[in-house]
């Protein structure tokens, strides 16, 4: 019985008395059940405003760009990307080629991209949150929709002053991911603007720093592993705090007073396969863009590939293809067989020692990316930057 107890003592003496209790019984019943009901909306209402106005997980705002404003609606980041989330934490500026993120205690920001790609050659100079940078992430990547989604993430995870910004990479393939590699950058990210690149095309992956190739994902799908090929993806960014795990496993809490803290972002530049949600096609697949699009078949040749193996020998922090504590059935067939060689001859390189030590890793968790409105509002937006 839902009624509460009480109701059960009301007196009933005579039968027509009685019915009239009945029905005052009812009514208050009623409006008991309603009271109840109002209340368990409200804590609802509440929760949810609460998570929606918890630092990182922020209901995506559309709005004008700041810069629209004073009228300069062409730079490249008008053109290209709407400030998805965190009001006005988020800035283009400079008429549209420069783009800012802050977070602050109550939230983060981020932009994503108007267009969404199949397939793309993309580079950002971004420039990190400087000086204690601690328990701030700020996130630049690929990403598709719904549950088997594709993903290509550079992921940049502050530190205290003084010690290194970890750069974070990730790379999922219908939903499966786990497989992150971790570098330091030899390079202090925050003093000026350097170059992060995606390279994605049906042949590889190839994530690069300042032009040079860090991260290689091969298709191959020949040896049974899923290629990101099917999926259009979008590029997002963001700048979210997570201080309960991100640097140095969380020992290393935010250190609000120095908020806001700032990214920024300039000189965006795409060679890329936009696709149609309304034909559901590439732009690519006309067959006079085919000739001009030599991107689309670029791979890592031999010695290429030498020197990116030179690089992650001195800057690879973690590699989820020598884990075998994570790992224990062996990792991915992506990882070849030759990983467990590799472990050894890295064991030798300072940085290197604890790559295989499991408390080495800090794995980004999830929710990262703000809720998104429906497509029709964000269409409706998009248009009015436009
Ligand atoms: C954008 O338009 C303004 C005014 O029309 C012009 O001065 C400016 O150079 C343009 N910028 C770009 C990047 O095209
Ligand atoms: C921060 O610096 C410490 C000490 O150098 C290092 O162990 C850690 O990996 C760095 N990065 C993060 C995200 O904690
Ligand atoms: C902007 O990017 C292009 C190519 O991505 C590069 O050639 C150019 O030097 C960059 N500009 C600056 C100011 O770094």
Redesign the pocket.
């Known amino acids: 019985m839902a009624y509460p107890s009480r109701n059960y003592s009301y007196p009933t003496r005579s039968s027509s008395r009685s019915s009239i209790h009945y029905l005052i019984l009812l009514a208050f019943a009623a409006v008991l059940v309603f009271k109840v009901d109002v209340l368990i909306s409200q804590s609802i209402f509440a929760a949810r405003r609460r998570a929606s106005t918890s630092r990182n997980f922020v209901r995506p705002t559309y709005r004008r760009a700041s810069s629209s404003i004073t009228g300069f609606t062409n730079g490249t980041f008008n053109r290209n990307f709407v400030l998805s989330w965190g009001e006005e934490r988020g800035k283009i500026l400079e008429h549209g080629e420069l783009l800012t993120l802050s977070l602050d205690r109550k939230s983060g920001s981020g932009f994503e991209s108007k267009k969404e790609y199949l397939f793309a050659k993309i580079d950002m100079q971004i420039k990190l949150v400087p000086g204690n940078s ?1 328990g701030t992430v700020t996130t630049y990547y690929l990403s598709s929709e719904g549950s088997a989604h594709d993903e290509i993430d550079f992921e940049f ?4 002053t003084g ?4 750069l974070h990479t990730n790379v999922f393939s219908q939903g499966k991911g786990d497989r992150e590699q ?1 570098f ?1 950058l030899w390079f202090d990210p925050t003093e000026d603007f350097h170059t992060y690149s995606i390279l994605w095309n049906p042949k590889c992956i190839i994530l690069s720093v300042d032009g040079k190739p860090i991260r290689e994902f091969k298709n191959m799908e020949s040896i049974g592993v899923p290629y990101l090929k099917g999926q259009p993806m979008r590029i997002y960014s963001s700048l979210w705090n997570a201080d309960e795990w ?4 969380g020992l ?1 809490k935010t250190d609000w007073s120095l908020a806001p803290f700032t990214a920024s972002y300039r000189n965006f530049s795409a060679e890329a396969c936009i696709w149609s949600p309304r034909t559901r096609k590439s732009s690519c697949e006309s067959t006079d863009s085919a000739k001009s699009n030599s991107w689309l078949t670029e791979e890592l040749d031999s010695r290429a590939r030498e020197k990116m193996k030179q690089l992650q020998q001195k800057y690879m ?1 973690y590699n989820y293809c020598e884990d075998p504590w994570r790992f224990p059935q062996g990792p991915g067939p992506e990882c070849g067989s030759k990983s467990k060689i590799n472990r050894q001859s890295n064991s030798n390189n300072n940085i290197n020692t604890n790559a295989n030590n499991n408390d ?1 890793i ?1 794995v980004p968790r999830k929710p990262r990316r703000p809720r998104r409105r429906s497509r029709s509002k964000r269409a409706n937006k998009v248009a009015q930057i436009d």
């Open positions: 601690a995870l502050g530190n205290s010690n290194p910004y970890t971790q330091f991100a640097t140095q496993h290393v922090v080495n800090i």
